[in-house]
């Protein structure tokens, strides 16, 4: 029988829904994985985008969720992909974004969480600064190959506690703060 949880996160992408599982844990709360392919409005707003997702994802399951949007911002490229990433990343992917990167490799990578049940809807954003690699590097999903936070040397796929410092752990902790003061 399959296990029945409090709280569900909503994504097609597992990969996301394994980190923020290791990340809740070890908040102590414990998720379940929803997979669905949620539709996913024309906005430059990632909360816009986040919230409309949870709204959709509440309606299907009619539990608790929390819905993921991210975005990896390209300081020389005004920002670009932002919003855009995951079309970016299945169009020309990481090879074209490191062909559009020259001298300024600045870049900042940006979770919204967006938590929905039948009294909140509430969203937690939170950012992680850091470079464009050069090349691709490391064996990682995503971004995760051309990403360098600025702590490190090294590619997000290339670091061993990704977990504990990312833009998806620093919103989770915004959201875990709220979400276990609020069971209270
Ligand atoms: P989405 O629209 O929220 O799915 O994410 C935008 C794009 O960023 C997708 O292509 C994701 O695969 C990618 N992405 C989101 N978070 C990460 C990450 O932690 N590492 C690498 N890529 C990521």
Redesign the pocket.
Known sequence: MQQSFDLYFV???K??FL?AKKILNSFEIQIGFYKSELE?IQSDS?QK??SKKAEQAFSQLKKPVIV?????YITSLDGF?G?Y??Y???TIGNSGILNLVKNNRNAK?V?MISFKNNVFSKSFKAEICGKISKKQKGK?????PI?IPNSKSKT?AEISN?NEL???FKALKKFANWYLRMQK
Request: zero cysteines; hydrophobic letters at 30%; proline letters at 6%.
């Open positions: 994504s097609s992408n990969h996301k980190e996913e990632l985008i986040a993921e949007d991210d975005g990896l992909p919003p990433s995951s970016v990343f299945k990578f979770s990682g999903w995503g971004y995760d990403f997000f990704k990312s833009h998806r």
